[in-house]
């Protein structure tokens, strides 16, 4: 007696015309660009024209395929990538040599040295262990779990890189969220915790030099064009008040718009301490991570401070301590194959496209083209929209870059409107510190997307009214706050 199988027809997935319409209209966007006529040259202030050269449109093209590719993802964000560098390749725009080294520049490498430390923070428990310690503090409330979490995010990017402090709290965080909810499924409380570390993370980066790359950048750039030399306390005076009223406002935005689910996690406090205890002491693996982990920060923030450590780059001395996780057997190949490469392969991306919009020039004309149209402006009018003009590019290319392109032609203009350079530099940094619109805009962006918590159209969604917060904010420091604090907001026109 024998038996058959009755196969079952095959279930046909259904064509997903959304995304066939996305997909084509970023080609579409491409083609448009690219192959229209050569479009008006800038023209700042002093008269100097800045043409629009075929590579530089052939930018403009490439960025508008990929911001529309990755806002609704029509292919992984990482492919979204790759596509960058090869239309680079394909129409000349750049050198291939040049459009794919960036996917290997060392701010890629420090965001994969950055991933690797959150790793291991997971594996060797340290990351259970700090959440078990937190949650017992806090206790069972979700909004002050939320606070908390966000606190310390803040705090940690007073001494460390907003990246590193990034991928320090995702392990963090997913360990908190688990306590939450066991559903696999995106909750409020998930897309506001890690959108929001991924936020205030920007936020606490304006606020000292050790935050970011930027500031010290900027500073310099500032003494160079000026002849003023602002400090670092100048810095944390100014912007500390900014930084941390912008976490108290992010956290009310979104216990608003993303009100966790449930009030408070009733017995929380009393299971994190539980479990807190039945951790025991601290293993071989964590102390040894532990103590590699602080030797790299500690390096890093003292090479900003130690004038003998600056020849050492930031870059190299983190990769030191990802070589170091394997030579002790706290990683091994299984891990490195578990990577999060779509993540590393977005910012390579961002990178490529960013250096692509600067060197082709296509920045500059797009900077001195919108800086114009406010050279007869109210002075608040000007810095705003200068400073607009940053958050925008800040979230498509380099934030050093999009400060770097705006500030000459804003300062050219700013004495003519009577506006004091140094709210012109102040201003720039504050918004190129928070790229709330789009994932590559900052590598804490791509760090809390790997939770799966919200798509790309979510974080845009959010990150347009949080933008619009943060612009609502710096206009009230612009014309209240830093000029109560001693800053030269106005000055006498020329």
């Given at each position: 007696?024998?038996?058959?199988?009755?196969?079952?027809?095959?279930?046909?997935?259904?064509?997903?015309?959304?995304?066939?319409?996305?997909?084509?209209?970023?080609?579409?966007?491409?083609?448009?660009?690219?192959?229209?006529?050569?479009?008006?040259?800038?023209?700042?202030?002093?008269?100097?024209?800045?043409?629009?050269?075929?590579?530089?449109?052939?930018?403009?093209?490439?960025?508008?395929?990929?911001?529309?590719?990755?806002?609704?993802?029509?292919?992984?964000?990482?492919?979204?990538?790759?596509?960058?560098?090869?239309?680079?390749?394909?129409?000349?725009?750049?050198?291939?040599?040049?459009?794919?080294?960036?996917?290997?520049?060392?701010?890629?490498?420090?965001?994969?040295?950055?991933?690797?430390?959150?790793?291991?923070?997971?594996?060797?428990?340290?990351?259970?262990?700090?959440?078990?310690?937190?949650?017992?503090?806090?206790?069972?409330?979700?909004?002050?779990?939320?606070?908390?979490?966000?606190?310390?995010?803040?705090?940690?990017?007073?001494?460390?890189?907003?990246?590193?402090?990034?991928?320090?709290?995702?392990?963090?965080?997913?360990?908190?969220?688990?306590?939450?909810?066991?559903?696999?499924?995106?909750?409020?409380?998930?897309?506001?915790?890690?959108?929001?570390?991924?936020?205030?993370?920007?936020?606490?980066?304006?606020?000292?030099?050790?935050?970011?790359?930027?500031?010290?950048?900027?500073?310099?750039?500032?003494?160079?064009?000026?002849?003023?030399?602002?400090?670092?306390?100048?810095?944390?005076?100014?912007?500390?008040?900014?930084?941390?009223?912008?976490?108290?406002?992010?956290?009310?935005?979104?216990?608003?718009?993303?009100?966790?689910?449930?009030?408070?996690?009733?017995?929380?406090?009393?299971?994190?301490?539980?479990?807190?205890?039945?951790?025991?002491?601290?293993?071989r693996n964590e102390i040894t991570a532990a103590i590699i982990i602080c030797i790299a920060v500690v390096m890093i923030a003292l090479k900003s401070l130690l004038p003998a450590l600056d020849v050492l780059d930031k870059t190299g001395i983190l990769l030191c301590s990802t070589i170091a996780f394997f030579v002790f057997n706290i990683l091994n190949i299984e891990d490195l194959e578990e990577i999060p490469w779509n993540i590393v392969l977005l910012f390579a991306g961002a990178m490529s496209i960013g250096f692509c919009l600067w060197q082709t020039g296509a920045a500059k004309w797009l900077a001195v083209n919108w800086l114009v149209l406010f050279q007869q402006a109210p002075a608040v009018v000007f810095i705003l929209g200068m400073a607009f003009f940053v958050l925008v590019m800040t979230n498509f290319i380099m934030n050093v870059a999009a400060i770097a392109i705006s500030l000459p032609v804003a300062l050219v203009i700013a004495p003519y409107l009577g506006v004091g350079p140094q709210v012109i530099l102040f201003s720039a940094l504050a918004t190129a510190g928070m790229p709330f619109i789009l994932l590559i805009g900052a590598a804490p962006n791509a760090i809390a997307y790997n939770s799966k918590q919200f798509t790309t159209g979510e974080f845009l969604k959010y990150g347009v009214m949080a933008s619009l917060i943060l612009m609502v904010v710096l206009w009230g420091f612009v014309a209240f706050v830093w000029p109560m604090m001693g800053m030269e907001v106005f000055a006498a026109a020329q």
């Open positions: 007696m024998s038996a058959t199988v009755q196969e079952l027809p095959e279930t046909k997935t259904p064509f997903d015309w959304k995304r066939a319409l996305f997909l084509l209209l970023g080609l579409a966007l491409f083609a448009i660009i690219y192959y229209c006529p050569a479009w008006p040259d800038a023209i700042d202030p002093k008269g100097e024209h800045f043409v629009l050269t075929k590579q530089a449109k052939g930018a403009l093209a490439v960025f508008a395929v990929a911001a529309t590719w990755w806002i609704f993802e029509v292919v992984p964000i990482g492919v979204t990538s790759l596509l960058i560098g090869t239309l680079q390749a394909l129409f000349l725009i750049r050198k291939p040599a040049e459009a794919f080294k960036d996917f290997m520049d060392p701010s890629v490498l420090f965001i994969f040295g950055s991933v690797v430390i959150g790793m291991v923070f997971t594996k060797t428990g340290l990351t259970r262990r700090i959440a078990y310690k937190m949650l017992s503090i806090i206790g069972e409330k979700t909004s002050l779990i939320m606070l908390g979490c966000f606190l310390m995010t803040v705090a940690l990017t007073h001494v460390m890189a907003h990246t590193a402090v990034a991928a320090t709290m995702f392990p963090l965080l997913m360990a908190i969220y688990a306590m939450y909810t066991t559903d696999t499924k995106p909750t409020k409380f998930g897309k506001a915790m890690f959108i929001g570390m991924a936020y205030v993370a920007g936020a606490g980066s304006i606020i000292t030099l050790l935050g970011s790359a930027r500031a010290a950048v900027a500073l310099a750039f500032y003494k160079d064009m000026t002849g003023m030399e602002l400090t670092p306390m100048d810095l944390t005076y100014y912007m500390a008040p900014l930084g941390w009223i912008m976490t108290f406002i992010l956290w009310g935005f979104f216990m608003v718009f993303l009100k966790p689910e449930k009030d408070r996690i009733p017995g929380l406090k009393e299971k994190a301490t539980r479990m807190y205890k039945e951790l025991g002491g601290m293993t």
